[in-house]
């Protein structure tokens, strides 16, 4: 399918079928292809390309449950960057714009729990104030190249619109229904772009558990 995103698909299948509170928190996770028309003159070899594939994933959550999720995906995503060597990476959390949706109190919520977990790993990072999207604030990673260019990889970012425009919800302990709140994460993001970040982050000398070749005679 020719798609912006895996979103929609992903609260799809959280719709199959009636969701209770004990079965949160549900994480859906997929590589997924997606397509974008990006302006000619932004794009830039393999680093900003039309059509690309990312490692997506999108859990669904309780407000409660937002904090813990935050805090594994960051354990998760740093862990990953390391084992590809990237032990310099930079963090920046975005928050409400002017123009959004949900009431203060969720955003209150959400932006607490994210700058938590980031104090709570102990991570340097910076506040993006007014930079996040209508829907949810986020956190971004960025991986520097060799060139000293900063590319936005991972990200995790939570959403109150999606689920209730496509009419997700879940029955709560008091029997009601509710809508969860989805996060958006990715660690790598565009594979692509990942690739080229690799390929001259190691100058085409990839470590031996990652090169095509491990050897020769």
């Known amino acids: 399918a020719v798609k912006p995103m895996n979103c929609p698909c992903h609260v799809q299948v959280f719709n199959q079928g009636l969701k209770s509170y004990r079965d949160l928190p549900i994480r859906l996770a997929e590589f997924g292809s997606c397509h974008r028309n990006e302006p000619s003159g932004s794009l830039h070899g393999i680093m900003r390309v039309r059509g690309f594939t990312q ?33 310099e990476v930079q963090m920046k959390l975005s928050t409400r714009p002017e123009k959004r949706v949900g009431d203060d109190a969720l955003w209150d919520l959400a932006e607490k729990s994210l700058a938590d977990a980031l104090d709570a790993a102990g991570l340097e990072w910076e506040l993006q104030p007014g930079e996040g999207a ?71 000398f990839m470590p031996p558990w990652l090169s095509p070749v491990q050897a020769c005679v």
């Open 55 to 87: 490692d997506d994933a999108h859990i669904f959550c309780t407000k409660e449950q937002i904090g813990k999720e935050v805090a594994d995906f960051i354990k998760l995503t740093l862990d990953v960057y390391k084992d590809f060597g990237f032990e």
């Open 134 to 204: 209508f829907y949810g604030p986020k956190i971004e990673f960025s991986l520097k190249d060799c060139l000293g260019r900063v590319w936005q990889c991972g990200t995790i970012q939570c959403d109150f619109n999606l689920p209730v425009r496509l009419d997700a919800s879940y029955v709560t302990e008091e029997n009601e229904r509710d809508q969860p709140v989805m996060l958006h994460r990715a660690i790598l993001g565009s594979f692509e772009r990942f690739i080229g970040i690799l390929i001259e982050h190691y100058a085409g």
